[in-house]
Nanobody
Framework: QVPLVESGGGLVQTGGSLRLSCVAS????????IGWFRRAPGKDREFVAIIRRADGSIKYADSVKGRFTISRDSAKNTVFLQMDNLEPDDTAVYFCGASVDSSLLLTGRGYTYWGQGTQVTVSS
């Protein structure tokens, strides 16, 4: 089974909403913290949000705080990213990644698994 599979991307207008899903294998979901990152054209990978396995604590990038919500459904081994009030600057390929808890969680470095990515495009 593929460790991580994203879905839910698409094209929306400014102010619209999308919900991304990251379906993990049962082992991955139980053993790792899962975070969302994005990469816009010509830019480096950027941290978006993470939910930690150990205690369910959540962290957001300042750029999405108040607009995006990360959550998890243990019964479905799925982490969601609800994105509201989308802006053109949110246009990117969104990836979910799985990592053991470490000081590098917000950097994207050292992650064990990555999904294939899902494109989000916000038109102005």
């Amino acid at each position: 089974q593929v460790p991580l599979v994203e879905s839910g991307g698409g094209l929306v207008q400014t102010g619209g909403s999308l919900r991304l899903s990251c379906v993990a294998s049962a082992r991955t979901f139980s053993a790792y913290s899962i975070g969302w990152f994005r990469r816009a054209p010509g830019k480096d990978r950027e941290f978006v949000a993470i939910i930690r396995r150990a205690d369910g604590s959540i962290k957001y990038a300042d750029s999405v705080k108040g607009r995006f919500t990360i959550s998890r459904d243990s019964a479905k081994n799925t982490v969601f990213l609800q994105m509201d009030n989308l802006e053109p600057d949110d246009t990117a390929v969104y990836f979910c990644g799985a990592s053991v808890d470490s000081s590098l969680l917000l950097t994207g470095r050292g992650y064990t698994y990555w999904g294939q990515g899902t494109q989000v495009t916000v038109s102005s």
